[in-house]
């Protein structure tokens, strides 16, 4: 295999940025040894010690692992940072469909695993959460942040509670995006108001031990600002921009139509 030569310029990050297209392109499948720092310092044109850069830039990435006397191999072919970059520059209805997907699968698992203590740390989200609602029971003007922390707490003991570490680790990080969206939805006069009722309705049908309940319940929670979303996009509005001033008084949600921006 031959490397295209890297130019002179910021040569640490052209060697990166040639080895991880390489990667991803499928030159070294994965567990496979890459070619030696002198082999890859010729190839590219550049000294060793930019070459042993470059490889440990993309060992930190989660691309490559070193094992002493035996040389480099190809952990993955796609960077898991550029992943997350990806879901950070997604848009609200991107984000909300990626939640929707874990958030039922988290609840549908946390039917059937759950302890004593997933429920009681779901419980005590949502009383911490109370503290910042008005008398209506909707997010206090000016509490918006606070609250969405507390919210943001409450889905991820629900996703925790499915006890499925590679769940819990891909919700652990998508999280902030999910309490950005949050933020913004909150502010957004368009979007659908908040009712805590949905929020007590997943505790319940996940501590009954029905998956299928639960998953439903997951899936009812974020329905209707899913679909605020997708009327929003439909006619032109990017959601997140209709912000009010926060001194507009807000309808009150229907009986029995709570809904939840998050």
Do not use: C
């Not at 009722?197 to 009812?220: K, M, N, Q, Y």
């Not at 209709?242 to 009986?255: A, D, M, Q, Y």
Request: zero cysteines.
């Amino acid at each position: 295999m031959t490397l295209r030569a890297a130019g002179r310029q910021s040569l640490v990050d052209t060697v990166v940025a040639e080895l991880r297209a390489q990667l991803a392109a499928g030159e070294w499948p994965v567990g496979e040894r890459i070619p030696t720092e002198h082999s890859l310092a010729e190839q590219l044109q550049v000294g060793r010690n930019t070459v042993r850069e470059a490889v440990r830039v993309l060992v930190h990435a989660g691309m490559l692992r070193s094992r002493q006397g035996e040389g480099t191999f190809v952990v993955a072919t796609a960077d898991p940072g550029e992943i997350v970059r990806g879901v950070q520059r997604a848009d609200v209805r991107d984000v909300l469909e990626l939640r929707i997907a874990l958030e039922a699968e988290g609840a549908r698992l946390a039917a059937l695993r759950h302890t004593g203590a997933d429920l009681e740390r779901m419980r005590a989200a949502l009383a911490a959460q109370a503290a910042f609602r008005d008398p209506r029971g909707q997010p206090a003007h000016g509490q918006y942040e606070l609250y969405a922390e507390h919210d943001i707490e409450f889905h991820v003991a629900v996703v925790d509670a499915a006890h499925n570490a590679a769940l819990s680790a891909t919700y652990g990080w998508f999280s902030s995006s999910v309490r950005d969206a949050l933020v913004a939805s909150l502010h957004d006069r368009h979007m659908p108001r908040i009712h805590e009722t949905d929020h007590h309705d997943l505790v319940d049908a996940i501590e009954s031990g029905d998956p299928e309940a639960a998953e439903r319940a997951a899936r009812s929670l974020l329905a209707k600002p899913k679909q605020a979303v997708d009327a929003l996009l439909d006619t032109g509005t990017e959601p997140g921009t209709g912000t009010g001033t926060g001194t507009e008084p807000e309808p009150e949600p229907e009986p029995g139509t709570g809904t939840d921006a998050g």
